[in-house]
Protein backbone atom coordinates (compact mmCIF):
# COMPACT_ATOMS: atom_id res chain seq x y z
CA UNK A 1 0.00 0.00 0.00
CA UNK A 2 1.47 3.44 -0.99
CA UNK A 3 -0.55 5.84 -0.66
CA UNK A 4 -0.30 9.11 -3.71
CA UNK A 5 0.72 12.02 -3.20
CA UNK A 6 -2.84 13.95 -4.51
CA UNK A 7 -4.57 11.90 -1.67
CA UNK A 8 -2.18 12.76 0.70
CA UNK A 9 -2.11 16.86 -0.09
CA UNK A 10 -6.09 16.74 -0.23
CA UNK A 11 -5.53 15.22 3.11
CA UNK A 12 -2.79 17.66 4.27
CA UNK A 13 -4.63 20.52 3.17
CA UNK A 14 -7.78 20.08 4.22
CA UNK A 15 -6.61 19.44 7.89
CA UNK A 16 -4.66 22.80 7.32
CA UNK A 17 -7.85 24.88 6.09
CA UNK A 18 -10.52 22.76 8.08
CA UNK A 19 -12.95 22.10 5.09
CA UNK A 20 -12.84 19.86 2.20
CA UNK A 21 -14.34 23.17 -0.05
CA UNK A 22 -11.64 25.52 1.42
CA UNK A 23 -8.97 22.57 0.13
CA UNK A 24 -10.51 22.74 -2.77
CA UNK A 25 -10.10 26.34 -3.47
CA UNK A 26 -6.81 26.15 -2.79
CA UNK A 27 -5.61 23.20 -4.57
CA UNK A 28 -7.79 24.16 -7.63
CA UNK A 29 -10.17 20.95 -7.78
CA UNK A 30 -13.50 20.39 -7.24
CA UNK A 31 -14.82 19.62 -3.65
CA UNK A 32 -16.13 15.86 -4.55
CA UNK A 33 -12.40 15.38 -5.36
CA UNK A 34 -10.94 16.11 -2.62
CA UNK A 35 -13.80 14.23 -0.55
CA UNK A 36 -13.16 10.95 -2.79
CA UNK A 37 -9.61 11.07 -2.60
CA UNK A 38 -9.54 11.58 1.18
CA UNK A 39 -12.83 8.36 1.54
CA UNK A 40 -9.82 6.52 -1.11
CA UNK A 41 -6.95 7.45 1.37
CA UNK A 42 -8.93 5.90 4.40
CA UNK A 43 -9.50 3.08 3.05
CA UNK A 44 -6.00 2.40 2.03
CA UNK A 45 -4.92 3.45 5.62
CA UNK A 46 -7.58 1.74 7.26
CA UNK A 47 -8.40 4.25 9.79
CA UNK A 48 -10.74 7.24 9.48
CA UNK A 49 -8.78 10.43 9.55
CA UNK A 50 -12.00 12.73 9.73
CA UNK A 51 -15.02 13.42 11.45
CA UNK A 52 -17.69 14.27 9.20
CA UNK A 53 -20.57 14.59 11.88
CA UNK A 54 -20.37 18.24 12.31
CA UNK A 55 -20.77 21.05 9.64
CA UNK A 56 -17.06 21.02 9.48
CA UNK A 57 -14.21 18.27 9.40
CA UNK A 58 -12.17 17.50 12.16
CA UNK A 59 -9.55 15.05 12.53
CA UNK A 60 -9.17 12.14 14.33
CA UNK A 61 -6.85 11.33 16.75
CA UNK A 62 -5.40 8.60 14.21
CA UNK A 63 -5.69 11.49 11.57
CA UNK A 64 -3.94 13.79 14.24
CA UNK A 65 -0.71 11.11 14.32
CA UNK A 66 -0.54 10.46 10.81
CA UNK A 67 -0.58 14.27 9.28
CA UNK A 68 2.71 14.94 10.70
CA UNK A 69 3.90 11.66 8.89
CA UNK A 70 1.68 12.81 5.36
CA UNK A 71 3.72 16.33 5.54
CA UNK A 72 6.67 14.14 5.51
CA UNK A 73 6.11 11.81 2.55
CA UNK A 74 4.98 14.99 0.64
CA UNK A 75 8.17 16.69 1.50
CA UNK A 76 10.04 13.77 0.22
CA UNK A 77 8.06 13.28 -2.87
CA UNK A 78 8.68 16.77 -3.72
CA UNK A 79 12.46 16.37 -3.22
CA UNK A 80 12.52 13.52 -4.87
CA UNK A 81 10.48 15.47 -7.95
CA UNK A 82 13.18 18.46 -7.22
CA UNK A 83 16.00 16.28 -7.62
CA UNK A 84 14.80 14.29 -10.82
CA UNK A 85 13.99 17.82 -12.38
CA UNK A 86 17.71 19.31 -12.06
CA UNK A 87 19.19 15.30 -13.00
CA UNK A 88 17.50 15.81 -16.12
CA UNK A 89 18.87 19.03 -16.57
CA UNK A 90 22.30 18.32 -16.09
CA UNK A 91 22.84 19.19 -12.54
CA UNK A 92 25.24 17.49 -11.03
CA UNK A 93 24.88 15.63 -7.61
CA UNK A 94 27.65 17.23 -5.56
CA UNK A 95 29.59 20.61 -5.26
CA UNK A 96 32.55 21.19 -3.33
CA UNK A 97 34.40 24.69 -2.96
CA UNK A 98 37.86 25.44 -1.67
CA UNK A 99 38.01 28.71 0.19
CA UNK A 100 40.57 30.48 1.24
CA UNK A 101 40.91 33.45 4.54
CA UNK A 102 41.41 35.52 2.06
CA UNK A 103 37.83 35.56 0.77
CA UNK A 104 35.64 37.63 2.83
CA UNK A 105 32.90 35.75 4.49
CA UNK A 106 30.09 38.08 4.71
CA UNK A 107 29.43 37.24 0.92
CA UNK A 108 30.26 34.17 1.39
CA UNK A 109 27.07 33.50 4.08
CA UNK A 110 24.68 35.71 1.80
CA UNK A 111 25.70 33.12 -1.21
CA UNK A 112 24.98 29.77 0.57
CA UNK A 113 21.79 31.43 1.15
CA UNK A 114 21.09 31.73 -2.65
CA UNK A 115 22.64 28.67 -2.95
CA UNK A 116 20.42 26.95 -0.80
CA UNK A 117 17.15 28.06 -2.41
CA UNK A 118 18.28 27.69 -5.69
CA UNK A 119 19.74 24.10 -5.57
CA UNK A 120 17.95 22.70 -2.27
CA UNK A 121 18.85 19.29 -3.25
CA UNK A 122 22.25 19.65 -4.43
CA UNK A 123 25.07 18.01 -1.67
CA UNK A 124 27.62 21.10 -1.06
CA UNK A 125 30.73 20.60 0.56
CA UNK A 126 33.16 23.24 1.93
CA UNK A 127 37.17 22.82 2.27
CA UNK A 128 39.41 25.26 3.73
CA UNK A 129 43.04 25.61 2.73
CA UNK A 130 45.18 28.48 0.87
CA UNK A 131 47.41 28.72 -1.83
CA UNK A 132 48.89 26.19 -3.10
CA UNK A 133 46.80 23.45 -1.62
CA UNK A 134 43.59 25.16 -3.22
CA UNK A 135 45.39 24.33 -6.57
CA UNK A 136 45.82 20.99 -5.81
CA UNK A 137 42.31 20.60 -4.85
CA UNK A 138 40.68 21.92 -7.26
CA UNK A 139 42.86 19.43 -9.77
CA UNK A 140 41.84 16.22 -7.59
CA UNK A 141 38.45 16.90 -6.42
CA UNK A 142 36.78 19.86 -6.03
CA UNK A 143 34.71 21.87 -8.32
CA UNK A 144 36.04 25.20 -7.57
CA UNK A 145 38.53 27.17 -5.14
CA UNK A 146 39.15 30.58 -3.63
CA UNK A 147 42.38 31.85 -3.53
CA UNK A 148 44.59 35.18 -3.23
CA UNK A 149 45.51 35.48 -6.48
CA UNK A 150 48.93 33.96 -7.68
CA UNK A 151 49.49 33.97 -11.06
CA UNK A 152 50.87 32.21 -13.02
CA UNK A 153 48.54 29.07 -13.00
CA UNK A 154 49.14 25.63 -13.86
CA UNK A 155 47.94 25.17 -17.66
CA UNK A 156 44.84 23.18 -16.55
CA UNK A 157 43.78 25.79 -14.29
CA UNK A 158 41.10 28.89 -15.51
CA UNK A 159 41.00 31.69 -12.89
CA UNK A 160 38.79 34.96 -12.89
CA UNK A 161 39.45 37.93 -10.20
CA UNK A 162 36.64 38.97 -7.86
CA UNK A 163 35.41 41.89 -7.48
CA UNK A 164 37.39 44.00 -4.75
CA UNK A 165 40.72 43.41 -3.06
CA UNK A 166 41.37 42.29 0.74
CA UNK A 167 43.51 43.98 3.06
CA UNK A 168 46.98 42.07 4.77
CA UNK A 169 48.55 43.28 7.88
CA UNK A 170 51.29 42.20 9.96
CA UNK A 171 50.33 41.38 13.73
CA UNK A 172 51.81 40.34 17.23
CA UNK A 173 50.62 39.62 20.01
CA UNK A 174 50.33 42.78 22.22
CA UNK A 175 53.17 41.71 24.88
CA UNK A 176 55.50 41.07 21.73
CA UNK A 177 58.48 43.26 22.43
CA UNK A 178 57.57 44.46 18.50
CA UNK A 179 54.19 45.53 19.50
CA UNK A 180 54.08 49.02 20.30
CA UNK A 181 57.35 50.00 18.28
CA UNK A 182 57.67 52.98 16.64
CA UNK A 183 59.45 53.42 12.90
CA UNK A 184 59.89 50.08 12.30
CA UNK A 185 61.07 49.00 9.04
CA UNK A 186 60.95 45.13 7.97
CA UNK A 187 64.87 44.60 8.89
CA UNK A 188 63.75 44.87 12.60
CA UNK A 189 61.26 41.95 11.82
CA UNK A 190 63.76 39.98 11.05
CA UNK A 191 65.49 38.66 15.01
CA UNK A 192 62.06 37.59 15.70
CA UNK A 193 59.60 34.79 14.54
CA UNK A 194 58.26 34.83 11.62
CA UNK A 195 54.73 32.88 11.46
CA UNK A 196 54.16 32.14 7.65
CA UNK A 197 51.70 30.28 5.46
CA UNK A 198 52.87 26.74 4.49
CA UNK A 199 50.95 24.29 2.19
CA UNK A 200 50.63 20.70 2.35
CA UNK A 201 51.24 19.55 -1.29
CA UNK A 202 54.47 21.87 -1.80
CA UNK A 203 57.70 21.53 0.57
CA UNK A 204 59.85 23.73 0.99
CA UNK A 205 56.70 26.72 1.27
CA UNK A 206 55.99 28.39 -1.29
CA UNK A 207 57.61 32.20 -1.89
CA UNK A 208 54.98 34.87 0.03
CA UNK A 209 55.19 38.69 0.48
CA UNK A 210 56.83 38.72 3.96
CA UNK A 211 61.03 39.39 4.35
CA UNK A 212 63.90 37.27 5.19
CA UNK A 213 63.62 35.84 8.70
CA UNK A 214 66.64 34.04 8.52
CA UNK A 215 65.58 31.32 9.62
CA UNK A 216 63.40 31.74 12.14
CA UNK A 217 60.04 30.79 11.01
CA UNK A 218 57.04 28.38 12.15
CA UNK A 219 54.50 27.69 9.88
CA UNK A 220 50.48 26.37 9.32
CA UNK A 221 47.83 25.45 6.42
CA UNK A 222 46.01 28.37 7.18
CA UNK A 223 45.49 32.14 8.82
CA UNK A 224 43.33 30.89 11.61
CA UNK A 225 46.30 29.17 13.11
CA UNK A 226 48.90 31.20 12.19
CA UNK A 227 46.23 34.14 14.69
CA UNK A 228 46.48 31.64 17.16
CA UNK A 229 50.28 31.37 16.86
CA UNK A 230 50.17 34.99 17.00
CA UNK A 231 47.84 35.17 20.31
CA UNK A 232 49.90 32.94 22.17
CA UNK A 233 53.39 35.37 21.37
CA UNK A 234 54.95 32.95 19.18
CA UNK A 235 55.83 35.61 16.69
CA UNK A 236 54.80 37.98 13.86
CA UNK A 237 52.64 36.84 11.10
CA UNK A 238 50.41 38.13 8.14
CA UNK A 239 47.12 38.03 8.65
CA UNK A 240 43.86 39.21 6.69
CA UNK A 241 42.27 42.46 8.47
CA UNK A 242 39.10 40.78 8.87
CA UNK A 243 39.93 37.10 9.98
CA UNK A 244 41.67 39.64 13.26
CA UNK A 245 38.61 41.80 13.84
CA UNK A 246 36.48 38.74 13.86
CA UNK A 247 38.53 36.20 16.32
CA UNK A 248 41.63 38.30 17.32
CA UNK A 249 39.37 39.67 20.32
CA UNK A 250 41.60 42.66 20.95
CA UNK A 251 44.92 40.69 21.84
CA UNK A 252 46.98 41.31 18.50
CA UNK A 253 48.68 44.94 17.47
CA UNK A 254 49.15 45.65 14.01
CA UNK A 255 52.60 46.41 13.37
CA UNK A 256 53.34 49.89 11.55
CA UNK A 257 55.85 48.30 8.69
CA UNK A 258 56.41 50.43 5.37
CA UNK A 259 54.75 48.80 2.84
CA UNK A 260 52.05 47.26 5.14
CA UNK A 261 49.28 46.87 5.28
CA UNK A 262 49.25 45.11 1.30
CA UNK A 263 45.83 44.79 -0.41
CA UNK A 264 45.30 41.39 -2.42
CA UNK A 265 42.81 40.44 -5.48
CA UNK A 266 41.03 37.02 -4.69
CA UNK A 267 40.76 34.16 -7.60
CA UNK A 268 38.41 31.96 -8.34
CA UNK A 269 39.63 29.20 -9.81
CA UNK A 270 38.61 26.08 -11.70
CA UNK A 271 40.10 23.37 -13.99
CA UNK A 272 39.76 23.14 -17.24
CA UNK A 273 40.08 19.00 -17.16
CA UNK A 274 35.99 18.76 -15.33
CA UNK A 275 33.79 20.82 -16.76
CA UNK A 276 31.35 22.62 -14.48
CA UNK A 277 27.89 21.86 -14.28
CA UNK A 278 25.12 24.50 -14.09
CA UNK A 279 25.17 24.93 -10.37
CA UNK A 280 29.05 24.74 -10.24
CA UNK A 281 28.54 27.42 -12.79
CA UNK A 282 26.16 29.39 -11.35
CA UNK A 283 28.47 29.85 -8.38
CA UNK A 284 30.98 30.77 -10.08
CA UNK A 285 29.03 33.50 -11.84
CA UNK A 286 27.95 34.24 -8.73
CA UNK A 287 31.41 35.13 -6.88
CA UNK A 288 32.49 37.14 -9.84
CA UNK A 289 29.15 39.47 -9.75
CA UNK A 290 29.90 43.10 -8.51
CA UNK A 291 28.66 43.43 -5.19
Not at 14 to 27: D, I, K, N, V
Not at 261 to 274: E, G, K, L, N, T
Request: aromatic content about 8%.
Amino acid sequence: MYPNAEALEAFVEAAATGSFSAAARMLGKRQSSISESIARLEDELGVVLFDRQGRYPVLTAAGEQLLDQARAVLSAHDRLANRATQLAAGVEPRLTLVISDTYQPTRYEALLTELDQRYPDLEFECLIAEDADVLSLVQWRANLGLLAAQPPYPADIEAATLDGLVTLGLYVAKDHPLAGCQGLTQADLAPYRLLRLSTVTEAPPPACRLPDTRGRCWSAPDYLLLLEMGVQGFGWAELPHWLVAGYGQGRLAELVVPGWPQQVAVDVVWSRRRPLGPAGNWLRERLLKPG
